[in-house]
């Protein structure tokens, strides 16, 4: 009897140990789990503006090869999209670049969830493989203007999509759905920043023209 006894004390120790051991564990995880996830989310957000910095590389060597001209300034017929300017096909303006932007993934935000990268330039590339609008308006000479940025961004207007205009009377806001309210924006100078709705908004002031066109896709 006293053998049994002993035998289930230990048992039942070994089962104390087990629950604490669980608890410890679960404890480690509702602390440090929050604060783990906190970097993923932060690199993915510096992953956007890789994206774009990639894009204003892409921009710049396109337009030092054709005059200093962007590609929507340039005919169809001699290799840019000026007669898709004013359409809503944004992702012909980034096709004429594939050489320079090498990857379909570098047109991607990666916080962008209804849109995926396509596997190619030709075949499988359109608008829905595209995170990004561009400024219709853009030229070098204005490098202030927005050459690109997140397709979140409104200006109170129901569509989002093809060329909507931003003149600085109008309420300009970035959309929850991609940045929680905030976006990234590549100037024509090379420059991306990241900006809340104040900050675009001031920053669509000072681009150098009263309405700004951007086209998203």
């Known amino acids: 009897m006293r053998v049994n006894s002993k035998r289930s004390c230990k048992e039942a120790f070994t089962i104390m140990e087990l629950i604490v051991t669980a608890l410890i564990?679960?404890?480690v995880m509702v602390l440090f789990l929050p604060a783990l996830a906190r970097p993923k989310q932060h690199g993915t957000r510096m992953e956007c503006v890789n994206n774009l910095k990639q894009n204003s590389i892409a921009f710049r060597i396109w337009s030092d090869d054709n005059g200093d001209k962007l590609?929507?300034?340039v005919l169809t017929n001699m290799g840019g999209t000026k007669e898709f300017?004013?359409?809503?096909?944004?992702f012909r303006h980034f096709q004429v670049m594939s050489n320079e932007l090498g990857d379909p993934r570098m047109v991607i935000c990666p916080v962008d969830r209804q849109r995926k990268p396509a596997t190619n330039w030709t075949t499988d590339f359109n608008n829905i493989h595209v995170s990004f609008f561009i400024g219709r308006d853009a030229k070098t000479s204005l490098t202030n203007s927005f050459l690109a940025g997140d397709r979140n961004l409104k200006n109170g207007q129901t569509a989002q999509k093809g060329i909507l205009e931003f003149a600085t009377n109008q309420p300009v806001k970035w959309g929850r759905d991609m940045h929680k309210e905030n976006g990234d924006v590549l100037f024509v100078d090379g420059s991306v920043k990241m900006l809340s709705s104040a900050k675009v908004k001031e920053a669509l002031g000072e681009t150098g023209t009263a309405?700004?066109?951007l086209v998203f896709p």
């Open 25 to 27: 564990v679960a404890t």
């Open 71 to 73: 590609p929507m300034e």
């Open 85 to 90: 300017a004013d359409g809503s096909e944004v």
């Open 211 to 213: 309405t700004n066109r």
